[in-house]
């Protein structure tokens, strides 16, 4: 089945730096990708999705690239600033296959 | 107003007793799953639903069961808890579209079996 490794499992940025968050996947056949914000004590929201035809989305200061060829997908925070501090999580799933399969997470902590 | 909510928020359970979770959707989505949350673990489906009526078995379905009688309603169900169970659970709903079912997930259900 897909494996998904994401990577660091832990970030620490300034404020005004980027952060970028990387996920590598094992199937080929894989065709939707989202990246979710988890705040302390509450559940996954939705930041992005893109589709595997999209190579680069960008929108409120997140910008997420997808490499089909890698099997890597990232998601880059410009400017960060300390209400970005949370914890990320990809998904990715296939076509046909509605369970998508989650990283294990990156926790960012945004120092003022 | 939340489209996905859970109940209870907190829950202490003994071993080997049951213990039902709850998760109500306003978004009129098919699909329906069931996550735990673990340290090191990341998110780990358990089940989930494609419609009322309808359980499917996720990645770690042993000593969990799963109900869906309704579009809106789906529960997770420990007939015999352990204390292994303890975690944070999370429910989400998705509307299912083909290889595009991105979820909205409930804020969450602690347990801690004792």
């Known amino acids: 089945g897909e494996q998904v490794e994401q990577r660091p499992p832990h970030l620490s940025v300034r404020e005004g730096d980027s952060a970028i968050i990387i996920c590598t996947y094992t199937?080929?056949?894989?065709?939707?990708f989202s990246w979710y914000k988890q705040e302390a004590g509450a559940g996954l929201q939705l930041l992005m999705s893109v589709l595997s035809n999209v190579d680069r989305k960008e929108e409120q200061g997140l910008t997420v690239l997808l490499n089909k060829k890698d099997k890597r997908l990232s998601l880059n925070l410009t400017a960060a600033h300390p209400g970005d501090s949370a914890v990320y999580f990809c998904?990715?799933?296939?076509?046909?296959?509605?369970?998508?399969?989650f990283g294990k997470g990156t926790s960012l902590v945004v120092h003022p | 107003e939340a489209a996905v909510t859970q109940s209870p928020r907190n829950k202490v359970a003994v071993t080997g007793g049951k213990v039902t979770l709850s998760c109500n959707q306003t978004n009129n989505h098919n699909n329906m799953y069931w996550y735990r949350q673990d340290t090191g673990h990341g998110l780990r489906l358990i089940h989930y639903?494609?419609?009322?009526?309808?359980?499917e078995k996720g990645d770690i379905p042993d000593g969990y069961k799963a109900s869906r009688p309704s579009q809106e309603n789906f529960s997770l169900i420990l007939e015999l808890a352990t204390p292994s169970q303890t975690s944070v659970y999370f429910c989400?709903?998705?509307?299912?579209?083909?290889?595009?079912?991105?979820?909205?997930f409930g804020p969450g259900t602690r347990l801690l079996v004792l």
């Open positions: 639903s494609y419609g009322a009526g309808s359980t």
């Open positions: 989400a709903s998705g509307d299912g579209r083909l290889g595009r079912d991105t979820q909205y």
């Open positions: 199937d080929s056949a894989t065709a939707y």
């Open positions: 998904a990715v799933s296939s076509g046909g296959n509605y369970k998508p399969t």
